[in-house]
């Protein structure tokens, strides 16, 4: 719950917690993964809980935690069982909001029917976006 809201955040659109990311990536963890990845998950996450979220901490506090944590993960300067758990938390995070039905329905342009195709059309900057998970980095 807490590393998954730092990492979204409510702003304009709904943060992790609003959608309920961690129910999601509770599931998913217990449907998909082994055992000992689970437990691997759930320790590691309790530790961040207790060491990046001390109970007097601020909001900001929280996020420059979670900031320093996600450059470690993509710098490889964390050991790797602790990179690993960080990385399939943001994804699990990542996952949760994008297929999450507000974000799909009220954020992005989903389409559950498949419409017309119009190929070259102009987008104005207002216009939503298509997103599906087929996204190249």
């Given at each position: 719950g807490d590393i998954a809201e730092v990492i979204l955040p409510k702003s304009e659109t709904p943060?992790?917690?609003e959608l309920n990311a961690?129910?999601?990536i509770d599931l998913m963890l217990?449907?998909?993964?082994?055992?000992?990845?689970?437990?691997?998950f759930q320790n590691q996450l309790a530790a961040?809980?207790?060491?990046?979220f001390p109970p007097t901490q601020t909001e900001a506090e929280r996020q420059a935690a979670v900031t320093a944590l996600d450059t470690k993960a993509f710098a490889?300067?964390?050991p790797e069982e602790e990179r690993?758990?960080?990385l399939m938390l943001k994804e699990l995070t990542l996952l949760a909001y994008f297929t999450s039905q507000e974000v799909m329905t009220e954020q992005l342009n989903y389409q559950p029917v498949a419409g017309r195709h119009d190929a070259c059309i102009p987008l104005a900057?207002?216009?939503k976006i298509f997103v599906d998970n087929n996204v190249s980095q």
């Open positions: 943060g992790a917690r961690h129910r999601f217990k449907d998909l993964y082994p055992e000992e990845k689970q437990m691997l961040w809980n207790t060491s990046l490889g300067e964390l690993e758990t960080y900057e207002a216009d």
